[in-house]
C-alpha cells in the first residue's frame, strides 16, 4: 500500500489458506477503505484466483502482485503514467529484481535497458523464440477492459507469458527499464513436478500451435533453429524428470525432419554439459 499513486483498488483474493491472512487483511481493511478482501471457500487453482481477481477489480488497470513478490513505492505510479500517455498500450512492463529462495539478490531481469515503446506482435515474436523477457504478474500492468477474457484455463506453466500474448495481438508494448519490483523465486520442486507430469512440455506444444501462425511466417533461419533447440531442451528436461516421451511425436517444431537425429541430441548434451540439475 506505499504507493505514491494513491487512488488504487487494493484486492486481496485469499486462495483458502489456513494461516492469520483472514485476520490481517480485515485489520488493515478496518484502516484503509481501499483495502478488500475476499476468499474462495477451497482453493480454486492459480487461473481461477487471477481471473477472480480481473472480475472483481474495480478500476481502469490491473496490477497483481503475487505473494511474497514486492512493489517499489513509484511502481504504480509510473505504470499508470505509461498507459496515460500512451492510449495503444495494452500491456505495460518493468525490470525486476530476482531474490533467491536465501532471499539474496539473483539479479536483475529486463527486456530491455532503455525505455521501450513497440508493436506488441514485435513483443510477441521476440518472446516466442526467447522465452518470457516480459515477467511475472508482478511485473506487469494491463487494462482491466482488455482482459476480459482471463487468464487461459488450458496453461498451467505458461499461463502468463500466453496472456501477454493475448493481450499484445491488441495493443502496444512499452518497458520501464528500471526494476520496479521484487520477484521471490521459488524453490524449483514446482517446476520439477511440471516437467515430470509434461505440464511444461504441453504448455510449450499448445503455445506453439497458438501462435505459430502470428510469427512463423515471418521468422528467420536462426529464429526457427532456436525455437527448435528451446524445445528439445525442454523435451530432455521433460524425460530427464521421468515423463516418457517419444522424439517423433514432437511436430511442435519448425524442422521435424531434422528433430530427432541432430537437434535433440545436440541441443541436450549442450544444456546436460551446462551442469544444470535438470
Known sequence: MRQSYANLDILVFDNASSDGTEGVVRSLADGDSRVRYLRHESNVGMVRNFNACIEQARGQYVKFICADDS???ICVERMVN???????????????????????AAGIARYSRRFLLTEGTAAIRRC?????????????????GDAARGFHDGYRQLVDLEMW????????FAFLPDPLCR??????QATFENLRSGVVLNDKRRLFHAFVADVGGHASFTEKVLWDARMAVTVYRTMNAGHAISLEDIGEVFFRRFFPGLTYPVASNLWRLSGRNF
Open 128 to 144: 516466442f523464440f526467447l522465452g518470457n523477457l516480459i515477467g511475472e504478474p508482478t511485473a506487469v500492468m494491463f487494462r482491466r
Open 165 to 172: 500474448f493475448h493481450l499484445l495481438k491488441h495493443g502496444a
Open 82 to 104: 505509461v498507459m496515460s500517455a500512451h492510449p495503444q498500450v495494452s500491456l505495460v512492463a518493468c525490470a525486476r529484481r530476482l531474490v533467491a529462495g536465501n532471499l539474496h
Open 71 to 73: 512493489l517499489e513505492p
Open 183 to 188: 520477484i521471490l523465486q521459488h524453490a524449483k
